[in-house]
């Protein structure tokens, strides 16, 4: 009875609340023409953001998972190492390290990529996220299968390959998609730097066309696009390594 | 097997699992079954003759020849034997075939064609023939256990160390594996084993041994032991689980 009730509660509430902010966003007044001249930015800036996250996104997976691995690794200096990294990383804001990273750090060695600064930073800062998200994965494979898997004359690294990231990767894909998410979203703080990926476009129509809305409101639009096929790959592969049926 | 343990101990923090333990075994015995109470040292005098563990202090010797100590060495130890646990442990990502194919591939360096053919021709011998394509969540727990015991002897184990293979199950699953186990030491199957079924471990043992506190309390014949056990301990321990 409390549960239909709550569902019901909730369903209302949320119906709501989705038509109230679908009506106030559609009755406003638009001036599309307003931005007509910049449609070309939007565009270009949506394709920088396109490659800075899907960059960033397959270098945080190789770094996520050496510093995963190093904290797993059973040795103490790689591991405190690998230790202090994500925790620092976690710890500080990700708009400091984009400007520390590229305008002491990648200056002192001479680097002047926007861009590619753009990108290990990012990558750098979702990793410490993700070999998080890895570590809870692994150590969530419970000790009769490592036991098992000694037993049966598997070497460490057999161990890992055959019997505990399989299973592990199906408990880690949710928590991944949400910080893929992330990272697609988190790119937009490079701006500080100039990189003119999405958001920084948006800014500057806003700025020169005076436009709110008409220069923010595509940004809803630009990002979904690029974070809903995460979430709808990260379902299919999840029932693909499904094997409790 | 000829076994030789000296002074066998193995401590976790202040428990003494296993406490200098020394048992001495000829030829000719085939079985072995430990028995007695739950904590009494069973399980981990079983995974230190598995090489599953390391001593802390004393030796074994199998067959001549001392456990290696280095987990280099352990590991060839193992890859020779077979072991099953009481909780099955098999892959669950695996169908009950991968969960026997993929050791005999990977550690033991047959080709897959010749896996796959020993998988079935095992899983046959233990009536599991309909089941090899399933994975393990699709299987009754004796269904399963018969899988891991199979996964476990496909490779044509020297020993074969069972722990407890039943106590997880009830008692028409208990049946269904015991009849299996049954029929491997008929076949002249190396086994030592860890059990609370009595019954079984007079009938199939060669040697039973009884363990309490990490300590050889009594050991003998099966026949022997069941009938006119020697110290009040066994002679306790049996006429309470006899009882029922």
Redesign the interface.
């Given at each position: 009875m409390l549960k239909y009730l709550i569902s019901t509660v909730v369903s209302v509430v949320l119906l709501t609340t989705f038509c109230f902010v679908l009506w106030v966003v559609a009755s406003h007044d638009y001036h599309w023409e307003a931005i007509r001249p910049y449609w070309g930015n939007l565009i270009s800036g949506w394709w920088v953001t396109l490659l800075v996250s899907a960059a960033a996104l397959v270098l945080s997976v190789v770094i996520g998972v050496l510093l995963t691995g190093g904290q797993l690794s059973g040795h103490r200096l790689p591991s405190v190492l690998c230790r202090i990294f994500v925790e620092f990383i976690r710890g500080t804001p990700l708009l400091t390290q984009i400007l520390i990273g590229y305008y002491l750090i990648a200056n002192s060695v001479g680097w002047d990529s926007r861009f590619g600064v753009g990108v290990v930073v990012l990558s750098c800062f979702s990793a410490a996220y993700l070999s998080e998200i890895f570590r809870g994965g692994i150590e969530s494979i419970p000790r009769?299968?490592w036991?098992?898997a000694?037993?049966?004359?598997?070497?460490g690294w057999?161990t890992y390959r055959?019997?505990v990231i399989?299973?592990a990767i199906?408990r880690v894909l949710p928590a991944s998609a949400g910080q893929f998410a992330n990272l697609i979203k988190d790119s937009s703080l490079l701006f500080v730097i100039s990189v003119h990926e999405f958001t920084m476009q948006s800014r500057e129509i806003n700025a020169n066309s005076y436009s709110t809305f008409e220069a923010y409101l595509p940004l809803i639009f630009g990002y979904f696009l690029l974070t809903f096929p995460i979430s709808l790959l990260s379902r299919y592969l999840e029932n693909r390594?499904r094997?409790?049926? | 097997m000829s076994i030789e343990i000296q002074h066998l101990s193995r401590h976790y923090g202040a428990t003494r699992a296993v406490d200098g333990f020394s048992l001495q075994l000829d030829d000719s015995v085939q079985v072995l079954a430990l028995i007695g109470p739950s904590g009494g040292g069973k399980s981990t005098l079983l995974r230190l003759l598995?090489g599953?563990e390391v001593p802390d202090s004393g030796t074994i010797r199998l067959d001549g020849k001392e456990l290696p100590h280095s987990e280099d060495g352990l590991?060839?130890f193992?890859?020779r034997n077979g072991?099953l646990?009481q909780?099955f442990?098999?892959?669950?990502?695996?169908s009950a075939l991968e969960n026997i194919v993929?050791?005999l591939v990977?550690?033991h360096g047959w080709t897959r064609d010749r896996a796959r053919d020993r998988a079935q021709e095992v899983v046959e011998r233990f009536g599991m023939s309909a089941h090899l394509g399933k994975?393990p969540?699709?299987l009754s727990g004796g269904q399963q256990q018969r899988i891991a015991l199979a996964?476990?002897m496909a490779h044509e184990p020297a020993l074969l160390l069972l722990d407890e293979p039943t106590s997880a199950l009830d008692p028409e699953m208990k049946a269904e594996v015991l009849d299996v186990v049954e029929e491997l030491c008929q076949a002249g199957q190396r086994i030592i084993l860890s059990t609370h079924e009595m019954g079984f471990a007079r009938s199939c043992a060669d040697e039973v041994v009884f363990l309490a506190r990490g300590q050889l309390v009594e050991s003998g014949k099966g026949e022997t032991l069941f009938t006119s056990p020697k110290t009040e301990v066994v002679r306790s321990f049996l006429g309470k689980v006899m009882k029922w």
């Open positions: 009769s299968q036991l098992s000694r037993a049966i004359g598997f070497t057999q055959f019997v399989p299973q199906r390594f094997y409790e049926h | 598995g599953l590991r060839e193992r890859k072991f646990f909780s442990n098999l892959f669950p990502h695996l993929l050791p990977e550690v994975m969540a699709e996964r476990s």
